[in-house]
């Protein structure tokens, strides 16, 4: 019999039911052990209702497969293998039995895709909207930590893709919002902003990067996901690596429309780029011994500039040449 709330099921049986036909046997609490020598590399991120997403417009599936992405990314960034997956619900009032399973569709689809092979799940009340909670364990083999070097100037700084679609996605979605809320018969004509939207709901990566990486035999000196915009993961690359960072506004790679929609809202692309969020694209720093196979043979990656001196500090070249401190939220300028 199909519920429609969670009063006609305890939460033991909510997730009995959430597991049937999911390909994975639910555990209470998962475990793996990584082979000898490898390294167990963890993520997690949390995901607020009316912070990190508006289930105005945001599809519960598309949710759940970008909460796991976001974690799975994590791992990639450095360089481990997906392994186990905990998520954990915080359930509001106004969701129903089948709200859930829409969005554990969208968990357990995210995770096949990339290789988890354990998944655990929690529902818990929330009094004040949905929350999410995800934890990734991956594994980093003996083999890629024994030969990742240490980052040096002229090391290539490459991205996934393209950067700053993702915040002007979301932002034609508020518009959107905006606009039925002034008239409800509105229908506006989201066709041309497309991947735009689908580059902020279901973000997507490539979940072979790492056994790609590997089995060309480049190992990137450092990695991270590209989730606060470019310009925080630039600081964390500089502040990490001990190096300073040029990054080169033309070679930021974008979506074809990123420019005529940001017109249309009045938001500089490049500042997308570097301020906006959720883009979810991977950065690597390339060691320069390495650059012209990862240029052959990964050419899906942008080359968007180089790690330097550390005097140089962290800079955004522009098309003329006129070098400006890269600036991000929540750091402290100190150059």
Not at 149 to 158: F, Q, T
Not at 211 to 221: G, K, V, W
Not at 229 to 240: I, T, W
Request: proline fraction near 4%; aromatic fraction near 8%; charge should be negative.
């Amino acid at each position: 019999m199909a519920a429609n709330t969670f009063d006609d099921y305890g939460k033991v049986q909510a997730i009995d039911l959430l597991f049937k036909d999911s390909g994975f046997r639910r555990e209470d609490g998962n475990g793996f052990e990584p082979a000898a020598g490898s390294l167990v590399r963890m993520a997690s991120r949390v995901f607020v209702e009316g912070i990190d997403f508006d289930l105005t417009y945001f599809p519960l599936k598309h949710l759940g497969y970008k909460s796991v992405v976001a974690v799975a990314g994590e791992n990639y960034a450095g360089m481990a293998h997906p392994r186990l997956l905990s998520v954990r619900l915080g359930v509001s009032a106004k969701l129903d039995f089948s709200h859930i399973k829409d969005l554990w569709t969208g968990v357990v689809t995210a995770a096949k895709e990339h290789g988890f092979k354990s998944l655990d799940l929690d529902l818990v009340p929330s009094p004040n909207g949905l929350v999410i909670s995800v934890t990734a364990a991956g594994e980093e083999l003996k083999l890629t930590r024994g030969r990742t070097v240490k980052p040096r100037s002229m090391d290539l700084v490459c991205v996934s893709g393209s950067l700053g679609a993702a915040f002007l996605g979301q932002q034609i979605l508020e518009r959107g919002k905006r606009d039925f809320d002034r008239n409800d018969a509105a229908q506006p004509d989201l066709e041309k902003y497309k991947m735009l939207i689908g580059s902020y709901l279901k973000p997507e990566l490539n979940a072979s990067v790492v056994s790609r990486l590997e089995e060309a035999q480049i190992y990137p000196s450092n990695g991270y996901l590209v989730s606060h915009g470019l310009s925080d993961a630039v600081k964390r690359l500089a502040r990490e690596s001990g190096l300073g960072v040029k990054i080169y506004a033309d070679k930021i790679p974008f979506e074809g429309n990123s420019f005529s929609s940001g017109k249309e809202l009045d938001i500089d692309p490049i500042s997308a780029a570097m301020n906006g969020g959720d883009d979810f694209r991977l950065l690597f720093t390339i060691p320069i011994l390495s650059a012209e196979k990862f240029r052959r043979d990964f050419q899906t990656f942008d080359i968007i500039g180089h790690l330097a001196q550390p005097e140089v500090g962290t800079v955004l070249v522009a098309p003329d040449g006129l070098e400006h401190p890269i600036l991000a939220q929540g750091w402290k300028d100190v150059e």
